[in-house]
């Protein structure tokens, strides 16, 4: 998995692109949660449920299905007042499901475990993306915090901080030339 860092920085990214105006701390934070809840499914271990189960890591959590149900139910449950009824809730759906489908979709670029299962629960079958670039995390906290979790940090930042830097400045430019004409 990447870890909780990237996935964050995934959705606050992701935040950034969503409007240019400003947005309340319950956005972000509820953009940062569904951008890292998926790895909840890491307790599935403690119960005795196998890896490669649909509720092993990196199944349902992981899938796109979990990220549209997920995503709406936190814009139905968290934005609830007028000004986000219609098009404005659409949009916050569609801003949570692309935040918690970021999670398998990073996941899917990493260099270990078993894939993910984009389309749980009509297929269990664990899929990477053609380009596994990203170093794994480890599920440990305790593992992070030594060589290992430098070495993902330093991996994160070249395939995920990077390019969000780039994106972002590029928006930010865009807007500001688009808001000049």
Same mark, same amino acid.
């Given at each position: 998995?990447?870890?909780?860092?990237? +996935?964050?920085?995934?959705?606050?990214?992701?935040?950034?692109?969503?409007? /240019?105006?400003?947005?309340?701390?319950?956005?972000?934070?509820? /953009?940062?949660?569904?951008?890292?809840?998926?790895?909840?499914?890491?307790?599935?271990?403690?119960?005795?449920?196998?890896?490669? +189960?649909?509720?092993? +890591?990196? /199944?349902?959590?992981?899938?796109?299905?979990?990220?549209?149900?997920?995503?709406?139910?936190?814009?139905?449950?968290?934005?609830?007042?007028?000004?986000?009824?219609?098009?404005?809730?659409?949009?916050?759906?569609?801003?949570?499901?692309?935040?918690?489908?970021? +999670?398998?979709?990073?996941?899917?670029?990493?260099?270990?475990?078993?894939?993910?299962?984009?389309?749980?629960?009509?297929?269990?079958?664990?899929?990477?993306?053609?380009?596994?670039?990203?170093?794994?995390?480890?599920?440990?906290?305790?593992?992070?915090?030594?060589?290992?979790?430098?070495?993902?940090?330093?991996?994160?930042?070249?395939?995920?901080?990077?390019?969000?830097?780039?994106?972002?400045?590029?928006?930010?430019?865009?807007?500001?030339?688009?808001?000049?004409?």
């Amino acid at each position: 998995m990447a870890s909780a860092f990237s +996935h964050a920085l995934a959705a606050v990214t992701l935040g950034k692109l969503y409007s /240019g105006k400003k947005q309340a701390a319950k956005f972000w934070v509820l /953009g940062i949660v569904c951008g890292i809840f998926p790895d909840l499914d890491v307790l599935s271990f403690k119960f005795g449920i196998p890896y490669s +189960h649909m509720f092993g +890591h990196r /199944g349902i959590t992981h899938s796109f299905f979990f990220a549209l149900v997920f995503g709406g139910l936190i814009a139905w449950a968290f934005f609830r007042e007028d000004i986000y009824k219609g098009r404005n809730r659409l949009k916050l759906w569609a801003y949570f499901f692309a935040c918690t489908a970021s +999670h398998g979709i990073l996941d899917a670029l990493t260099t270990g475990g078993r894939g993910v299962a984009f389309w749980a629960p009509f297929s269990g079958e664990r899929i990477f993306l053609p380009w596994k670039v990203i170093r794994v995390s480890p599920i440990s906290v305790s593992d992070f915090f030594g060589e290992w979790g430098i070495r993902v940090l330093k991996s994160e930042l070249y395939w995920i901080g990077i390019p969000c830097f780039v994106l972002l400045f590029s928006v930010w430019l865009f807007r500001k030339l688009m808001s000049s004409n």
